[in-house]
């Protein structure tokens, strides 16, 4: 408190302070500079950029490198008033490739102003490319920022979509910065792997809803940009697969000790994308939650229209957490279909990745066929086995290969399976029986 006074005080002297500032910068940076020990409270850093807000030569200020760099760094923040500070911050360097664009960026940042600001932002006008680089830059950041904060219930997808709709027009370099800013803090310092991909723990000090915050924009940014970002997939896939294998690896020994009730049962109901605010109580549920939302992004990036090869990574996918999940297949997809079914659901999809069904582990069609008959399963989850069923059959007849490696091996089961399924709907005439009972004929007639 005492602290904050002393700063409002200077505040109003700010040239005084600033020809001080050999002795005020050193202490701020110890504060909140990038080799701070700790993380200085909001409302002390507001304080501090307040006051050198006001500062008229930054560029005579001791570690001024050190301290623009922050400022731009706060640009991202969440919090939009601290953003608004740090973007004042950076205008006293008064470049005139963002003095230009002042009132753009500070209207980017009205809380009532801002969805007009984003309609009217036009990347494409921006024809020099020393004036776009650090405009585009600032504005990312600004937007980034945006995109995270946590104000107003459910409204958090819809800002977002806008956000990325019109991030649409910066060039396919200028968004590696969006993915750079979001793998920083779940990243961190991990190095690019080499040789075979492995995946590595997630730093301690990330916490689950962190990384449920970054599952869900991570949906947003495929929907939106995916195809823009490939060259950037190599490491957004290492990161996801680090979130899915962490999350496993802690369930599974949780549940050795005893720790989890029920982690075979039924898979908890899909969380909507807009939900990470609330996903649940205790540190099972939210680990469940980072798996189940990480292989739905796992499964986006099989949709995306773009081929890619995911070979590199499939191996240590299925060590780390599709195979420990297959013995309880068909116990986790009664309900509904479960991410991990859906995950499935994709590969047949295209021809390139049908072979993921049988190159990794042989009982993922096996399992996938045991869902058919799983006690009291429902319509939902027999119609998504035989989406994957039809898929199949029409590979086969185009792609000998996928009809000998992947179809043949495992159709006796299925038969087998179809055989129980259609002994258990006799004497059942409702509609939906009936749809699945056409569909059923029509696969056992093809095969």
């Known amino acids: ?183 920083q803090p779940i990243r961190g310092e991990r190095m690019a792997s080499e040789g075979a991909f492995k995946i590595v723990p997630v730093l301690e000090e990330v916490s689950e809803k962190q990384q449920v915050g970054f599952l869900t924009l991570l949906g947003d940014v495929l929907k939106h940009l995916g195809s823009r970002l490939v060259s950037r997939w190599p490491v957004l896939l290492e990161t996801l697969l680090d979130l899915i294998g962490g999350a496993q690896s802690t369930l599974d020994a949780q549940k050795a000790k005893g720790d989890v009730v029920d982690e075979d049962a039924e898979e908890d109901p899909v969380v909507e994308e807009d939900e990470e605010e609330e996903h649940g109580s205790g540190p099972s549920r939210a680990l469940r939650t980072v798996r189940q939302l990480g292989l739905k992004r796992f499964a986006d990036f099989f949709r995306s229209p773009i081929a890619y090869d995911f070979g590199p990574y499939m191996p240590e996918a299925f060590r780390a957490f599709i195979s420990p999940r297959l013995p309880s297949l068909d116990q986790e997809n009664t309900q509904a279909p479960s991410a991990l079914l859906d995950l499935f659901h994709t590969w047949p999809q295209r021809a390139e990745y049908a072979q993921y069904l049988v190159e990794s582990d042989s009982r993922v069609l096996p399992k996938v066929y045991d869902c058919l008959v799983a006690t009291n399963v429902k319509p ?57 009972g056409r569909r059923q004929i029509t696969i056992l007639s093809e095969l």
Not at 425 to 436: I, M, R, T
């Open 1 to 183: 408190m005492f602290e904050t006074q002393l700063l409002s005080t200077l505040e109003e002297c700010s040239s005084l302070a600033e020809k001080h500032n050999r002795d005020l910068v050193p202490h701020f940076l110890s504060l909140a500079g990038p080799d701070a020990s700790s993380k200085i409270p909001r409302q002390r850093l507001s304080a501090w950029l307040k006051l050198f807000s006001k500062f008229t030569n930054p560029n005579a200020l001791r570690s001024t490198d050190v301290l623009r760099t922050l400022y731009t760094t706060l640009l991202a923040h969440p919090d939009r008033a601290l953003q608004r500070l740090a973007l004042s911050c950076v205008l006293t360097y008064k470049s005139p490739r963002l003095v230009s664009h002042e009132d753009t960026l500070r209207t980017l940042l009205d809380d009532t102003k801002w969805r007009d600001a984003l309609t009217l932002l036009d990347f494409a006008a921006l024809d020099a490319p020393s004036e776009r680089a650090e405009f585009v830059d600032a504005v990312i950041r600004l937007l980034f920022g945006m995109m995270l904060e946590r104000r107003g219930r459910n409204r958090g997808a819809d800002r977002r979509a806008a956000v990325l709709s019109t991030l649409a027009g910066c060039t396919d370099a200028e968004l590696s910065l969006l993915v750079d800013l979001m793998l």
């Open 380 to 436: 939902a989850v027999i119609s998504r086995v035989f989406d994957i069923v039809e898929q199949l059959q029409a590979l086969s007849l185009a792609d000998e290969a996928i009809l000998e490696s992947v179809f043949k091996p495992h159709v006796s089961h299925l038969l087998t399976n179809l055989s129980t399924l259609v002994a258990r709907s006799k004497g059942n005439v409702s509609a939906v029986v009936d749809v699945l």
